[in-house]
T-cell receptor, first 117, second 109 residues
Framework: GAVVSQHPSWVICKSGTSVKIECRSL??????MFWYRQFPKQSLMLMAT?????????EQGVEKDKFLINHASLTLSTLTVTSAHPEDSSFYIC?????????????FGPGTRLLVL | GQNIDQPTEMTATEGAIVQINCTYQ??????LFWYQQHAGEAPTFLSY????GLEEKGRFSSFLSRSKGYSYLLLKELQMKDSASYLC??????????FGQGTELSVKP
């Protein structure tokens, strides 16, 4: 099946620093990638939708200047958490939708666990 | 807006059958997904219903009633490895998956 990777799988950083998370579709091209955040014991919350070559669309309440998303190619999207604070500690998951398929061709990455000290 | 409701927790016995219900209200409904998520891992796809009715896939089946805004996931012959969170996710015309809070299923021996 289709594979989506994320890097790094976990990261610990100091408060005030920036962290970049990569999401790659390894064996298919993705027109659209989605970024989710999940706090412990809670469900996935959609943060933003990114389309290749255009600006990301952010969900209500998500600060676009804090969570910078770049979708430079059909196989790569990045999420940068700028000036990270302890409350940004969370599980960040991306998903990628295949260029060729319908809604069921949306595949999730393994997630990145971020801990801000 | 969107509103998704599913039970927070359920417990069942190994070998039994369990039904996890989900009710939803969403604009521009285009179908409904069910995902399984083990702790600390990403969700894995279980089913996608577009039309009304029951779709069976091995031990897992999913039902949809669009007019009632209702779906359920049926798990048969429960195994210990089925202990996980089950996420109901309506899919709207905007192309987004919006997840419910999830149902934490515990399978006991």
């Amino acid at each position: 099946g289709a594979v989506v990777s994320q890097h790094p799988s976990w990261v610990i950083c100091k408060s005030g620093t920036s962290v970049k998370i990569e999401c790659r579709s390894l064996d298919f091209q993705a027109t659209t990638m989605f970024w989710y955040r999940q706090f412990p014991k809670q469900s996935l919350m959609l943060m933003a939708t990114s389309n290749e070559g255009s600006k990301a669309t952010y969900e209500q309440g998500v600060e676009k200047d804090k969570f910078l998303i770049n979708h430079a190619s059909l196989t790569l999207s990045t999420l940068t958490v700028t000036s990270a604070h302890p409350e940004d500690s969370s599980f960040y998951i991306c998903s990628a939708r295949s260029l060729a398929g319908g809604p069921e061709t949306q595949y999730f990455g393994p997630g990145t666990r971020l801990l801000v000290l | 807006g969107q509103n998704i409701d599913q039970p927070t927790e359920m417990t069942a016995t190994e070998g039994a059958i369990v039904q996890i219900n989900c009710t939803y209200q969403t604009s521009g409904f285009n179908g409904l997904f069910w995902y399984q998520q083990h702790a600390g891992e990403a969700p894995t796809f279980l089913s996608y219903n577009v039309l009304d009715g029951l779709e069976e896939k091995g031990r897992f089946s999913s039902f949809l009633s669009r007019s009632k805004g209702y779906s359920y996931l049926l798990l048969k012959e429960l195994q210990m490895k089925d202990s996980a969170s089950y996420l109901c996710a309506p899919y709207n015309q905007g192309g987004k998956l919006i997840f419910g809070q999830g149902t934490e299923l515990s399978v006991k021996p």
